[in-house]
């Protein structure tokens, strides 16, 4: 963790509270600068279970390899410092693993901690190993890197997580893991994970998703020729997608894709301001915009709703128009109901 203050005492206390109690905590502070290592260090003096282990600030890749090192329980499970764990997870999934030998991850579902406490379960993920081992193959998404529980000697074996897909670590590690052993979900809900602006950054958005494209695009090479077109420690471009066979219009989609589902996120978490911030800021060609030009107008519209609410009325109705130049296809039943609300009565 990096600068986890703010969650962190939640997160280490739903640990702490776990029905299996027989296990160790191992924190690893990537270089934290606020008030983090105070935090982890009242905890370690209260609970032997929980390890502390300090490094200079390297990124998520060199924290979570870190962790991987230390631990010394044959299951590894993942989180991160703003999540909260359901009471019986570690008892649910390390039970899910002694009973199935031949499964070497396991995950489960989530329920995300939106704006003002509301919360939303996320859509189903697959369960069986068949049908997880497909889609990931097809490039589709099957697990919530913070709920995954995995066999250590598993990690080791693949080699852990890799430096040139941060970003995207999990998605190269799954399909590593996939092509040598059979993976699986728990239906049950057993982490919430919040979501908040912060979480949000368009160069790291990019980044990942070029990197994601090329876990996949190696995954398939790696199938066909039985070798790994790419050093673990190479550095990963467009120009590395082109080498490895990704077109630019699949770039284009998935960085659309990319772009829309964070715009989505911000308005879900109740922050639409937040999503047109987003939206000016990102330095994104013209042709994204244009197709992201639906979420924009939507935020703009979510917004006019809470500008009004609070009696800003002349900046409501700025952005009522701001979206109806955007969007005007937008249904004229909903322009119409947004705009009649902006009539005193």
């Not at 082109?242 to 770039?251: C, H, M, S």
Request: charged fraction near 25%; hydrophobic fraction near 40%; glycine fraction near 6%.
């Amino acid at each position: 963790m990096h600068n986890g203050e703010e969650q962190l005492e939640g997160a280490i206390e739903s640990i702490l509270r776990q029905s299996l109690d027989d296990f160790e905590l191992i924190v690893v502070d990537d270089g934290s600068t606020d008030r983090t290592p105070s935090l982890l260090q009242q905890f370690a003096a209260r609970d032997p279970r929980v390890r502390v282990c300090r490094q200079d600030h390297g990124g998520i890749v060199a924290a979570l390899n870190r962790g991987a090192r230390l631990a010394r329980a044959p299951y590894l499970a993942r989180m991160d410092a703003d999540d909260i764990a359901v009471p019986d997870r570690l008892a649910k999934q390390a039970a899910f693993l002694d009973s199935n030998a031949d499964i070497a991850m396991v995950g489960g579902s989530v329920e995300y901690i939106l704006g003002e406490g509301r919360r939303a379960q996320l859509r189903s993920l697959p369960t069986a190993p068949a049908e997880i081992a497909q889609r990931l193959m097809d490039g589709r998404h099957c697990f919530v890197h913070p709920t995954v529980m995995i066999r250590t000697d598993a990690l080791a074996e693949v080699g852990g997580y890799r430096a040139a897909f941060e970003g995207a670590e999990d998605a190269d590690l799954w399909l590593r893991l996939v092509e040598r052993f059979r993976l699986a979900n728990l239906p049950e809900i057993v982490l919430a994970k919040r979501v908040h602006p912060g979480q949000v950054s368009t160069r790291r958005m990019e980044q990942g998703i070029v990197r994601r494209l090329a876990a996949h695009a190696s995954a398939t090479l790696r199938r066909n020729t039985g070798q790994d077109p790419l050093r673990p420690d190479q550095a990963i471009t467009t120009e590395t997608l082109r080498r490895l066979g990704v077109d630019p219009e699949t770039v284009q989609r998935e960085l659309v894709q990319g772009y829309r589902t964070s715009l989505r996120a911000f308005q879900e978490a109740g922050d639409p301001e937040a999503a047109i911030r987003f939206f000016h800021g990102a330095h994104m060609p013209w042709r994204i915009r244009y197709a992201l030009r639906t979420e924009y107008a939507r935020a703009l519209l979510q917004q006019a709703r809470r500008d009004y609410a609070g009696q800003h009325r002349a900046r409501a109705g700025l952005r009522l128009v701001q979206a109806c130049v955007v969007r005007p296809a937008l249904p004229l039943a909903k322009l119409a109901t947004l705009a009649r609300s902006f009539i005193p009565s």
